[in-house]
T-cell receptor, first 115, second 115 residues
Framework: GAGVSQSPSNKVTEKGKDVELRCDPI?????LYWYRQSLGQGLEFLIY????????KSGLPSDRFSAERTGGSVSTLTIQRTQQEDSAVYLC?????????????FGSGTQLSVL | AQSVTQLDSHVSVSEGTPVLLRCNYS??????LFWYVQHPNKGLQLLLK??????LVKGINGFEAEFKKSETSFHLTKPSAHMSDAAEYFC?????????????FGQGTILTVHP
């Protein structure tokens, strides 16, 4: 596609439920990143993928959070047993190759609300 | 570990006057630094990046930033603000070593432009 696509754009769920957030990176981009933006906070790094592997999972807030990427393309961020503090905008970004100097292209995010 | 501090959460200017958004960073290595902009209901967009070449970096829409190692600063400036510049701006530092590929975002500065 022309840009990074995230779905759903909005998700409302009840506390304790599991949610899946999807990211479609720009075609051909090998690096994919997940961030979280909470109200009044800056962007918080969660995890990145180089191809299908995730060298750095240190940003995941707890073991309720997991992410996978298959085929070097689509990624899914899963939050199990959601809590109210998980409410945030979850942003996905991709870049052509993995590297700290690479330009990231961001999706519009998924607004998650946990009631 | 790297970190970044944006010194102002809100900046308000009149159209046609200069813009200054302040950012200080901390990094154990020579950092790569970025400024991203987020317009309402839109994804993040890269404004400019510093990668150890020229210390004065020019970006899109007339913005520029100067890397000052002695002051550990990377302030964003624009000579004359336009109404369309109203947005939230993020200063970003990249990881190195074991954090290679990981971006750390500042808390963001909301820029308001008055007619």
């Amino acid at each position: 596609g022309a840009g990074v696509s995230q779905s759903p754009s909005n998700k409302v769920t009840e506390k304790g439920k599991d949610v899946e957030l999807r990211c479609d990176p720009i075609s051909g981009h090998t690096a994919l990143y997940w961030y979280r933006q909470s109200l009044g906070q800056g962007l918080e790094f969660l995890i990145y993928f180089q191809g299908n592997s995730a060298p750095d999972k240190s940003g995941l807030p707890s073991d309720r959070f997991s992410a996978e990427r298959t085929g070097g393309s689509v990624s899914t961020l899963t939050i199990q047993r959601t809590q109210q503090e998980d409410s945030a905008v979850y942003l996905c970004a991709s870049s052509l190759v993995w590297g700290s100097n690479e330009k990231l292209f961001f999706g519009s995010g998924t607004q998650l609300s946990v009631l | 570990a790297q970190s970044v501090t944006q010194l102002d959460s809100h900046v308000s200017v009149s159209e046609g006057t200069p813009v200054l958004l302040r950012c200080n960073y901390s990094s154990s290595y020579s950092p790569s630094l970025f400024w991203y902009v987020q317009h309402p209901n839109k994804g993040l967009q890269l404004l400019l990046k510093y990668t150890s070449a020229a210390t004065l970096v020019k970006g899109i829409n007339g913005f520029e930033a100067e890397f000052k190692k002695s002051e550990t600063s990377f302030h964003l400036t624009k000579p004359s603000a336009h109404m369309s510049d109203a947005a939230e701006y993020f200063c970003v530092v990249s990881g190195s070593g074991t954090s290679y590929g990981k971006l750390t975002f500042g808390q963001g500065t909301i820029l308001t432009v008055h007619p």
